[in-house]
């Protein structure tokens, strides 16, 4: 069975994982930037952009969250920041013409949209009939490999509340964002069968905790 894996997703020492006023200048929210500054120097965020990177433990755990991955979900919120129904298909992502995922990548939203199809492997799907059939979708595009569970907040927040996600790394960065959404507030994840399986000191981040879903 194909696990639903999150990775490498980054929350401040206050538990946010995105700030406020999310638009087009601000994809990540007033200060969110700050929370992947653990992610942007690493060798396998550089590779992505051409150049070399730091080598070390942030590193080796980015580079866990691209391995036998056959397939990713997004929320609409983090595939761009139009809200309500799409103007027009002008709007393809944040990543340029060739994104970073290389696989079919599906997009929860209330809004219809054809596929789009990128170049390098990447096409959006775009799912109207909630988490469960978008999990169904991406497991039978994945090949038998895992789906990652990219974000934003509010999508991570139901899978987990639904049981749903098998793996959860979060990575904990040193800064303070003071408002935002919040990931864990509200979710009692040690009733929903979720345990502390692993957890290891960051370079420049604080820590890298993998939380599992008890069997
Ligand atoms: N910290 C990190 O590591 C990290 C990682 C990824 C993203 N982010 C950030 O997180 C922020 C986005 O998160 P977010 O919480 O605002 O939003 P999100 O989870 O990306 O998207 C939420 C939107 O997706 C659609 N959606 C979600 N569930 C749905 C369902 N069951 N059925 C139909 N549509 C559904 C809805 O859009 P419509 O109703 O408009 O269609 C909803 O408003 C961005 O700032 C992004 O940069 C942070």
Redesign the pocket.
């Known amino acids: 069975m194909t696990k639903l894996r999150v990775h ?4 401040s020492i206050d538990g946010y ?2 700030g406020t006023s ?1 638009d087009l200048e601000h ?3 007033r200060n ?1 930037p700050e ?1 992947f500054a653990w992610f942007m120097p690493t060798n396998t965020w550089q590779q992505m952009r051409g150049s070399t990177g730091e080598s070390g433990v942030d590193d080796e755990t980015a580079a866990r969250g691209f391995a036998n991955i056959g397939a990713w979900i ?5 595939f761009g920041p139009i ?2 129904p799409w103007p027009d298909d002008t709007w393809k992502g944040w990543w340029g013409d060739e994104p970073p995922y290389h696989v079919p990548v599906f997009v ?4 219809p949209r054809a596929p789009l199809e990128m170049k390098g492997g990447t096409v959006f799907h775009f799912v ?1 009939d ?2 469960e059939s978008a999990l169904q979708q991406a497991r039978n595009a994945a090949g038998g490999r895992d789906v990652r569970l ?6 991570i927040r ?1 899978y987990l509340r639904a049981r749903l996600i098998d793996e959860l790394h979060i990575t904990i960065s040193p800064v303070l964002l003071g408002a935002g ?1 919040h990931l864990l507030h509200g979710i009692d994840t040690r009733a929903l069968g979720y345990e502390c399986a692993q957890h290891t000191p960051g370079k420049r981040a604080i820590a890298h905790v993998v939380l599992r879903k008890e069997a």
Not at 8 to 11: K, L, V
Not at 74 to 78: I, S
Request: proline content about 3%; aromatic content about 2%; overall charge positive.
């Open positions: 490498g997703f980054s929350i994982g995105a999310q994809p990540l929210g969110g929370l997004l929320g609409r919120n983090m809200r309500g929860l939203t209330h809004h109207t909630g988490i990219g974000g934003g907040v509010a999508t139901q959404e």
